[in-house]
C-alpha cells in the first residue's frame, strides 16, 4: 500500500466561494441575512413582514431559493424589491456558487441588506456558507421545543432564533421556555425574537433589531 | 403504471459531499491509477451534520461501474471537543449542551468536531494489482 497524506477541507471550494461573495457584499457595505428553517416554519411570510415594515427603512434585496417553484419570488416581489429565484431542482439546499451566480445578476444599488431565503432543511444548510454576515434559524411552535437539539449544528452556527406562529401556542404542545431554554444550551448568546406572522406580534422587535444591527456593524461585516 | 423519478440529490446532502470527495481524489491520482484506490480517509467531525452510513452509501453509488469502484471511505469520527477560557478546562461535548462541564461557563470554544477533511488516500502497489 502507497499512502498520499492530504489535508483538505472537502467543502473548500464552496468556502473559497463563500469568501469571495463575503468581500463582494463587504465592498457594496450590504449586511447579509441567511435564512434557514425547516419546511413550512415561516421564512417566507417573515420575510413578506419585514417587507412590509418596509424593514425598518432599510433597503432590501432577496435571493429565493426553493427546490421547485418561483411562488416564494413571486410573493416577495409584490414589495417592488430586487428578488432573484433560486430553483435548485432537487438539491436540499443552497450553494455558495448559485449565490454568487444570482449577485450578478441583481441591481444592487443602495442596498442595505440582502436577506438570502434558503431551502427549507435544518440539516445540509448548517454546512454550507453562502458569504452571509450572519444566520437566522426560523422555527416554529408546531414543530415542537425539543428541535433545537435535534439540530444543535444549525442552531450553533446561527446568531439569531425567530421562534414563529407564537399566535398558536394555546394549541400545540409547544413550552416556550422549555424551547429557549434548549435553544440557549445550543447557543447560549443567540438571539431570540417570539413572532406571529398571523397576528404581527414581534414583527417590530425583529425589524428593529435589524436596522439597529446594520447600524451597529456600519454594514457588511463579519458574520457572527 | 407507476413512474419512480429517483432525483438523488433531493434525499440528502451527503451526495453533494461524496462528489466533492471524488473531485479531490481526481486531483491526487493520476487517471491511469484510479484503480489502485482502495481507500479515502476522512475525518468527519460529530458536529459536521454529516451522516457517515449515508456518506459510505453515496460514496458507493458513485463510483460503482468506474475505475474507482474498489475505493471505500474510512470515515473517522472526530468527538466535540470544547475547551473553557475561564476555568481551562477541556472537555467532550456528548449531549449537545455548550456550557462547560466544570464551571458552567458559556463562554467555550470548540475545538473540534466540525470536521469535513480528506486526510489520505491508500493505493495499492502496482504489483499486487487484482488482489
Redesign the interface.
Known amino acids: 500500500m502507497s499512502v498520499i497524506t492530504i489535508e483538505r477541507k472537502v467543502l473548500e471550494k464552496n468556502d473559497e466561494i463563500a469568501s469571495q461573495n463575503r468581500c463582494f457584499l463587504a465592498e457594496r457595505e450590504i449586511f447579509t441575512l441567511n435564512i434557514v428553517s425547516s419546511p413550512g416554519a415561516g421564512k417566507t411570510s417573515i420575510l413578506e413582514k419585514t417587507l412590509e415594515q418596509r424593514a425598518g427603512g432599510l433597503k432590501v434585496v432577496v435571493i429565493e431559493g426553493d427546490v421547485q417553484t418561483d411562488f416564494d419570488a413571486r410573493r416577495v416581489a409584490r414589495y417592488s424589491v430586487p428578488v432573484v429565484q433560486i430553483i435548485t431542482h432537487g438539491a436540499c439546499h443552497l450553494e455558495a456558487k448559485l449565490v454568487q451566480d444570482a449577485l450578478h445578476k441583481m441591481d444592487l444599488t443602495g442596498a442595505d441588506v440582502l436577506i438570502i431565503e434558503n431551502v427549507g432543511n435544518l440539516v445540509c444548510p448548517a454546512n454550507y456558507d453562502l458569504g452571509e454576515s450572519m444566520k437566522v434559524v426560523v422555527l416554529s411552535t408546531t414543530e415542537g421545543d425539543d428541535k433545537p437539539l435535534k439540530y444543535p449544528a444549525m442552531f450553533r452556527n446561527a446568531a439569531v432564533l425567530l421562534i414563529n406562529k407564537i399566535d398558536l401556542i394555546p394549541y400545540v404542545d409547544c413550552n416556550l421556555g422549555v424551547l429557549r431554554a434548549n435553544a440557549l444550551q445550543i447557543n447560549p448568546s443567540l438571539r431570540i425574537f417570539e413572532t406571529s406572522c398571523k397576528t404581527g406580534a414581534g414583527i417590530a422587535d425583529w425589524c428593529d433589531w435589524l436596522k439597529l444591527n446594520v447600524r451597529a456593524r456600519s454594514k457588511g461585516a463579519d458574520r457572527a | 403504471m407507476l413512474s419512480l423519478r429517483f432525483?438523488w440529490?433531493?434525499?440528502?446532502?451527503e451526495l453533494?459531499?461524496a462528489q466533492?470527495?471524488l473531485?479531490?481524489v481526481n486531483q491526487?491520482?493520476a487517471p491511469g491509477q484510479m484503480n489502485a484506490v482502495?481507500s479515502v480517509k476522512?475525518k468527519l467531525g460529530k458536529?459536521?451534520?454529516?451522516v457517515p452510513d449515508s456518506l459510505e452509501f453515496c460514496f458507493g453509488a458513485i463510483v460503482s461501474d468506474t475505475p474507482l469502484e474498489q475505493a471505500s471511505l474510512d470515515i473517522e469520527q472526530v468527538p466535540t471537543r470544547a475547551d473553557c477560557p475561564e476555568c481551562g478546562n477541556s472537555f467532550l461535548i456528548e449531549d449537545?449542551?455548550?456550557?462547560c462541564s466544570r464551571c458552567g461557563s458559556?463562554a467555550i470554544r470548540?475545538v473540534s468536531g466540525?470536521e469535513?477533511?480528506?486526510?489520505?488516500?491508500?493505493?495499492?502497489?502496482q504489483e499486487s494489482k487484482g488482489t
Open positions: 432525483d440529490s433531493a434525499i440528502m446532502h453533494s459531499i466533492d470527495i473531485e479531490i491526487y491520482v482502495r476522512l458536529l459536521s451534520g454529516v449537545p449542551v455548550f456550557f458559556s470548540v466540525t469535513l477533511q480528506v486526510v489520505a488516500i491508500e493505493l495499492a502497489d
